[in-house]
């Protein structure tokens, strides 16, 4: 069964403390993975989409990894506004192009 | 370039009832996904539309419909509603809704179920 696992469920961080946001998956076939940025009350922001085991991409303060299993959300010097709850999600291959969500990561950045 | 829109953003129902959301995607987006949140299950697929035909569809109860019309606008229905229906119901849009096809959400529509 496909399934998303993120962990920690929480994070709490000083400002200038840089940390690492866990996603392990197991899909039948990935097409991508996605990391989005939530505020509470609000929807999901896109921040990444990676394809393929060593792709990289960056914005500002966050780094996105993948390898074949697991994917890292790197956050360098986090800042209070980096406080959000971060979700990852796949899409597997095949006809269906739902994604499939992890719990997500509750990141608190203190002053 | 304006986002995806839902409307309305809050509403309280009572068990029984039915109520309709409706969701707006980005222009020039076919695809629109639902999505269902809620802090025990996070984020469930619901269904997907594309030129104006159900692609896709999770794990609901037929209680649970949707459809888009030929503007790509889409409308979802819950009847019967029950209290573990109360979530943030979340609209996603993409271009084309293909594999590996960034899908944006809207800000939801949060339901309450009395």
């Known amino acids: 069964e496909d399934q998303v696992t993120q962990s920690p469920e929480a994070l709490r961080l000083q400002e200038g403390e840089s940390s690492s946001l866990n996603c392990s998956y197991t899909?039948?076939?990935?097409?991508?993975l996605f990391w989005y940025r939530q505020d509470p009350g609000k929807g999901p922001e896109f921040l990444f989409t990676?394809?393929?085991a060593g792709e990289e991409k960056e914005k500002e303060r966050l780094k996105a990894t993948l390898t074949k299993k697991e994917s890292f959300l790197h956050i360098t010097a986090p800042k209070p506004e980096d406080s959000a709850t971060y979700l990852c999600a796949v899409q597997r291959g095949g006809s269906q192009g739902n994604l499939i969500f992890g719990k997500g990561t509750k990141l608190s950045v203190k002053p | 370039k304006a986002g995806v829109t839902q409307t309305p953003r809050y509403l309280i129902k009572t068990r029984g009832q039915q109520v309709t959301l409706s969701c707006s995607p980005i222009?020039?987006?076919?695809?629109v996904s639902w999505y269902q949140q809620t802090p025990g299950q996070g984020l469930q697929f619901l269904f997907e539309?594309?030129?104006?035909?159900?692609?896709n569809k999770g794990n609901f109860p037929g209680r649970f419909s949707g459809r888009q019309f030929s503007n790509s606008r889409s409308e979802m229905n819950v009847s019967t509603l029950e209290l573990g229906d109360s979530a943030l119901y979340l609209c996603?849009?993409?271009?084309?809704?293909?594999?590996?096809?960034?899908?944006?959400f809207g800000p939801g529509t949060r339901l309450t179920v009395l």
């Open positions: 899909v039948s076939g990935l097409r991508g």
């Open positions: 990676l394809y393929s």
């Open positions: 539309y594309f030129s104006e035909t159900q692609r």
């Open positions: 996603a849009s993409s271009l084309r809704g293909l594999q590996a096809d960034t899908q944006y």
């Open positions: 222009s020039g987006h076919r695809s």
